[in-house]
């Protein structure tokens, strides 16, 4: 089941967090290059698409910055990470989140 993040407007520019800590088994953290792609849209229109300007890892916590979108279309993100553990080998965690798009 899908996560879920509050609405956003099409003007703002907003992080929003996922935490992976429940999957992280310490004392291994999110490895750099964890990454947040747009898995699906439903909508009538994308001609202005939500954009992922960022992906930020900080402990177990990978912070995604989006800016635009479409007022009305419901995005699902793929956030995906790695963990540093290289014994016996490292373990990769997926979420998927929706966000839709409003105007406040």
Do not use: H, Q
């Not at 099409?10 to 750099?32: M, N, Q, Y």
């Not at 792609?37 to 916590?61: C, F, K, R, T």
């Amino acid at each position: 089941m899908a996560l879920s993040w509050p609405n956003k407007d099409p003007e703002e520019v907003l992080d929003f967090p996922v935490d992976f800590a429940l999957w992280v088994v310490s004392p291994a953290t999110i490895a750099a290059g964890a990454t947040a792609v747009i898995e699906s849209m439903v909508g009538d229109d994308a001609a202005n698409p939500l954009v992922v300007d960022l992906v930020a890892v900080a402990s177990d916590i990978v912070t995604v910055w989006l800016s635009g979108g479409v007022t009305g279309v419901k995005y699902t993100f793929k956030v995906t990470a790695d963990d540093d553990n290289a014994v016996p080998s490292a373990r990769k965690g997926v979420r998927r989140v929706k966000l839709t798009v409003k105007e406040k």
